[in-house]
């Protein structure tokens, strides 16, 4: 469906020195015409794993790990080879541009690029509403109960949403937003006999669900007042960027330390 050409691919690989890119990540030693680090792919006390600047390539003798600069990438940081290329270039300053891109499918990308725009932007509106608004003081007593620290609060991304029906719609209006695409993001409730729309959520403490990659793509927003006809949780429905079989919260945060561990306790609930 989508593809970025070979030779932007090659220009890539030229541009990210495999060296410079895993020592980004963490410290390699010189040994000849080599470098070497203990194996981030698996336990050991002394160092198998090699990079080599020629060849530009990485190598486990431990494990048996090894390729390109892209592999280690999409190893280490748990990512599709797609995702390891836009990191590279984008660390390489390199412009992707793709070919063969139906006219539906580009209608498609654009619009999945916007609805994680509105989702960091809602973010970032929920969050500056939990910290300085007013309103939220019992979203900030409610966190405190909790345990939840403002700097945890920060890490997480959480949030207050207004006791308002327009406050996130218009931020996100605003910030240039267009309607189909506000209406597409799910954050905002439709009427069923016009195409006006309210905010989904309100005066609710906001959780955002990220992808395992960290980009928000939902949220979950629970209840601060006291009202039996209310959800206790308000989850957003499915987007093109939420399908919600597929997101395990708090994913993004514990990847490495799973695999690592190649265990988990999968709990019930954000807190
Ligand atoms: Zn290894």
Known sequence: MRRIPPETIEQIAAANDIVE????????????????????????????FTVNPQRQIFKCFGCGAGGSVFRFVQDYEKVDFMSAVRKLADRAGIRIVEEELSPED???VDMRRRLLAIHADAAEFFQ???????SAHVAR??????????????AWKIGYAPDAWDALGSFLRQQGYKHDEIVTSGLVSTRE????????????????????????IAFSGRILAADA???????SPETPIFTKGDVLFGLHR????????????????QI
């Open 21 to 48: 890119v895993i020592g980004s990540y963490f410290p390699l030693r010189r040994a000849g015409s080599t470098y070497k680090a203990l194996c981030p792919f698996h336990q050991e006390k002394s160092p198998s």
């Open 193 to 216: 006999d016009s195409d006006e729309y309210y905010d989904r959520f309100r005066n609710r403490v906001m959780f955002s669900i990220c992808n395992d990659t960290g980009e928000v």
């Open 128 to 134: 500056q509403q939990l910290f300085r608004a007013k």
């Open 106 to 108: 580009s209608a498609k």
């Open 141 to 154: 007593e409610y966190l405190k109960k909790r345990g939840l620290t403002a700097d945890i609060a920060r």
């Open 254 to 269: 514990s990847k490495r330390a799973l695999i690592e561990k190649k265990s988990a306790i999968v709990c019930e609930g």
């Open 229 to 235: 006809k209310a959800a206790k949780y308000v989850n």
